[in-house]
C-alpha cells in the first residue's frame, strides 16, 4: 500500500517541520539557560548574547532569503537552509566557551533566515487573500508542538542529562525535512530576478549585527562599555546610510515604502513594540522560575510549555473572532489584556500555586496567539504578489529585531531593578520590576493600531472563506 499525503497539506507539513525544529530549539535552549551557564562558567545574563546572535543572524539574511529563492529555486534554498541549521546545531553540542557558543547560534541563525521565510513565502504565493487567516492559523498548528515539547524536555534533559543533548534532537528533525522537500516541495523560481543589492545587503548587515551586538554586550559582559557604545553607534550610523542608499538604489534590498501602506505599516511598527515587550518573556521567565524561585528545569518547563497549549486553542477559533469583531478592535485590545498576562508575572512567588500559574501562562498564550495571527495576517491584507517577496522580507526582519531587542530590554530592565535595590546577585523582586516595564511596551503598541480604518482587513475574514472551525 503507498503511503499519500493530500496535496493541500504538503507545503504546510514540509513547511511546519521547519517550524517545529526552530520553535522547540528557541524554547529548549530558554529552559536550559541557567544550566548551560554554569557549564560555560558565565553569568546566567550574558546569555542573552546566545539568543541575540541567533536573532541578529536571522535580521542579517532575511532580507536576501526572497530574492535567493527567486534566483535559486525555494526547494534548494529550503533545503541548504536546513543543512545549515543542522550544522550550527552540532557546533552548538561542541561549545565549551560563551563566544563558541555565540557563534554557533550565529551559525543556527543563518539557516533559520532561509527556512522559514521562504516557506511563508510560498504560502502566500499560493492563497488567496480570503483564506489567508484560515492558512497562517493552521499552518503553525504542528509548529506549535514545539513550544510544548520544547520547555519539559529542555528542562528533562538539562536535569538528568546534559544540556549539549538538546542540540542534537535537530538532527533527525532535519533529515525528515530534507526528505520531504526534496520529494514534494517544487523549486519555484522567477524567470526575471533583478540583481542583488550588494550595496543594501552590506549596509543592512553590517549595520543591524552592530547594532545588536553593541546593544546585548552593554554592561559588565564581554565588551567594555566604550566599545559596547561604539557598536552600538556605529550600526545605527551604517542603517541611516542604508535610508540613503534606498532612496537612490533602482533595486533596494528592503523595500521601505511598503511602509505607506497602512495595514502593512500597522502590522510591521505596531507589531514591533508589541513584539519587543512579548520578546521578553522566553529569556526572563525560566529565570525567574530557575534562579528566583528555585525550581529545576524540569519543572520550570512543565510549567511554561502551557503558554503553547493555549496558543494550539486560539489557533482553532481565532478566524472566528476576527470575523465577529474586526481585526482593528483584536489588536487595540489584546494588546492591552496581552500586557496585562504579562505583568501578572510581577504578582508571582515561589510559593504561588502551580495550578494558578499554569492558568495565566495559558491564558497569557491565547492572546499572544490572536496577536500573532492578527499581526500576521494584517500585515499582508494589501500587498500585491508582485511585491509579497520583499513585503515578506521587511516583515521578518521587524520581527526578529523585535524579538532581539526584547530579550536585550528585558535584560536591561532586570539589571536596572536589581541596580536600584542594591541588589549585588540577581534576587526574585528583581524579576517583578522587570516585568512590569515590558508589560508596560506591551500594552503602549495598542496606540499605533488606533489608526487602522475599522473595516482594515475585513476581505480576509470574508464570511464562509475563512473556516475558522475547519
Given at each position: ?254 523595500d521601505l515604502s511598503l511602509l505607506r501602506i497602512p495595514t502593512f505599516n500597522a502590522g510591521v511598527v505596531g507589531g514591533f513594540m508589541f513584539r519587543v515587550g512579548i520578546g521578553t518573556i522566553p ?188
Amino acid at each position: 500500500m503507498q503511503f499519500r499525503i493530500a496535496p493541500g497539506m504538503l507545503t504546510p507539513l514540509i513547511i511546519a517541520t521547519a517550524l517545529f525544529m526552530e520553535n522547540m530549539d528557541a524554547t529548549v535552549i530558554s529552559t536550559s539557560l541557567p544550566a548551560i551557564a554554569r557549564d560555560l562558567a558565565v553569568d546566567p545574563i550574558s546569555l542573552k548574547l546566545a539568543l541575540t546572535s541567533y536573532l541578529v543572524s536571522l535580521a542579517v539574511f532575511i532580507p536576501i532569503s526572497g530574492w535567493m529563492a527567486d534566483r535559486f529555486g525555494a526547494r534548494r534554498v529550503f533545503r541548504s537552509a536546513i543543512a545549515v541549521f543542522m550544522l550550527g546545531s552540532l557546533l552548538c553540542a561542541a561549545s565549551s566557551t560563551l563566544h563558541g557558543f555565540v557563534l554557533a547560534r550565529f551559525v543556527q541563525g543563518i539557516g533559520g533566515a532561509m527556512m522559514v521565510p521562504v516557506g511563508r513565502l510560498v504560502i502566500l504565493r499560493t492563497t488567496s487573500k480570503a483564506e489567508l487567516v484560515t492558512a497562517l492559523s493552521y499552518l503553525t498548528v504542528p509548529a506549535l508542538l514545539g513550544p510544548v515539547i520544547g520547555p519539559p524536555l529542555g528542562g528533562f534533559i538539562s536535569t538528568y542529562f546534559h544540556w549539549r543533548w538538546i542540540f542534537l534532537i535537530n538532527l533527525p528533525i532535519g533529515v525528515l525535512g530534507l526528505i520531504l522537500a526534496g520529494r514534494y516541495v517544487a523549486n519555484l523560481k522567477e524567470d526575471e530576478v533583478p540583481p542583488l543589492d550588494a550595496w543594501g545587503f552590506a549596509l543592512t548587515g553590517a549595520g543591524l549585527s552592530l547594532l545588536m551586538l553593541g546593544l546585548a554586550s552593554e554592561g559588565k559582559h564581554m565588551l567594555p562599555v566604550a566599545a559596547s557604545a561604539g557598536l552600538t553607534a556605529l550600526g545605527g550610523a551604517l542603517l541611516l546610510a542604508y535610508l540613503r542608499h534606498y532612496r537612490r538604489g533602482e533595486h533596494p534590498l528592503l523595500d521601505l515604502s511598503l511602509l505607506r501602506i497602512p495595514t502593512f505599516n500597522a502590522g510591521v511598527v505596531g507589531g514591533f513594540m508589541f513584539r519587543v515587550g512579548i520578546g521578553t518573556i522566553p529569556f526572563l521567565l525560566p529565570l525567574m522560575l530557575q534562579l528566583g524561585f528555585g525550581f529545576t528545569p524540569f519543572e520550570s518547563g512543565l510549567l511554561t510549555c502551557s503558554t503553547a497549549l493555549g496558543a494550539i486553542f486560539m489557533k482553532t477559533i481565532v478566524a472566528r473572532v476576527l470575523r465577529v469583531f474586526g481585526f482593528r478592535r483584536i489588536l487595540m485590545v489584546n494588546s492591552v489584556l496581552a500586557g496585562l498576562s504579562v505583568g501578572v508575572f510581577a504578582l508571582f512567588r515561589a510559593d504561588t500555586p502551580h495550578l494558578l500559574m499554569l492558568a495565566v501562562f495559558l491564558l497569557g498564550g491565547c492572546l499572544r496567539s490572536l496577536q500573532f495571527t492578527s499581526l500576521n495576517a494584517i500585515t499582508f491584507a494589501d500587498i500585491s504578489q508582485p511585491r509579497m517577496s520583499h513585503a515578506t522580507s521587511l516583515s521578518s526582519v521587524a520581527q526578529q529585531l523585535a524579538a532581539g531587542f526584547g530579550v536585550t530590554v528585558g535584560a536591561f530592565a532586570l539589571q536596572g531593578a536589581s541596580w536600584l535595590q542594591g541588589h549585588h546577585e540577581i534576587a526574585a523582586s528583581d524579576f517583578a520590576w522587570a516585568f512590569v516595564f515590558m508589560a508596560s511596551l506591551t500594552a503602549l503598541s495598542c496606540l499605533l493600531f488606533r489608526r487602522l480604518p475599522a473595516d482594515a482587513g475585513a476581505q480576509l475574514a470574508a464570511p464562509g472563506e475563512t473556516g475558522g472551525g475547519r
